[in-house]
């Protein structure tokens, strides 16, 4: 139980154009969900967290009109890169929390490359 | 602020040998520990997790941990390691039950030999 999907689990896209990235909860409701970034080698840093039905809370320095959460259903939550740069090349990874556990479920990432 | 700190960037181990990753905390209550174990290119797996009661927790794959308050150190080990377990661990402390802010610390990558 409790497997947390990402699609695609790669992409590639040209500077300027933006991306989209899913994240489902494929057998439990997820009340939380959390985007992470990961740089290579280096630790995830949490993006910002959003709960079903209601705007995201984006951690200080993560620009919310850039890095825009849907968690429309309990079920999904997206992560849209907006103008997309090289910069934004990352490992992104969600996670999701059900009820009243504490434990996050993490999906399998996506690997962004901006070209 | 919480905080979460591996000593250890890279271990090497030999198989069939020990194993213990440090990890550090900083946190003013209780807090709620966590250590996951991360492959090439692929998410985060749960190894376990302690909230309360025993201090010493087991885990999936042969791990355990121990919570030492006095030393705020959650620190985990496995009596033998199998080739298999080369990966990037991390450990995490969460603030309260509602799983919220989960803070990780910068990853230990561990490599065995044969």
């Known amino acids: 139980g409790a497997v947390v999907s990402q699609h695609p689990s790669w992409v590639i896209c040209k500077s300027g154009t933006s991306v989209k990235i899913e994240c489902r909860s494929l057998d439990f409701q ?45 079920t999904l939550s997206t992560l849209t890169v907006t103008s997309a740069h090289p910069e934004d090349s990352s490992f992104y990874i969600c996670s999701a929390r059900g009820g009243v556990r504490p434990e996050q479920y993490f999906g399998p990432g996506t690997r962004l490359t901006v070209t | 602020a919480q905080s979460v700190t591996q000593p250890d960037i890279h271990i090497t181990v ?7 990753l440090r990890c550090n905390y900083s946190y003013g209550a209780t807090p709620y520990l966590f250590w996951y ?10 190894l376990l997790k302690y909230f309360s009661g025993d201090t010493l927790v ?5 791990f355990e941990a121990e919570f030492k308050r006095s030393q705020s150190s959650f620190n985990l080990r496995k009596p033998s390691v199998h080739w298999s377990d080369a990966a990037e661990y991390f450990c995490a402390v969460g603030a309260d039950n509602a799983g919220n802010m989960l803070t990780f610390g910068g990853g230990t990558r561990l490599m065995v030999k044969p």
Not at chain 1, 39 to 61: C, V
């Open chain 1, 30 to 74: 997820a009340t939380t969900m959390f985007w992470y970034r990961q740089f290579p080698k280096q630790s995830l840093m949490l993006m910002a967290t959003s709960n079903e039905g209601s705007k995201a809370t984006y951690e200080q320095g993560v620009e919310k009109d850039k890095f825009l959460i849907n968690h429309a259903s309990l």
């Open chain 2, 14 to 20: 030999s198989e069939g040998a020990s194993l213990e």
């Open chain 2, 37 to 46: 174990v991360q492959s090439p290119g692929q998410g985060l797996q749960l």
């Open chain 2, 58 to 62: 087991q885990g999936i794959k042969g």
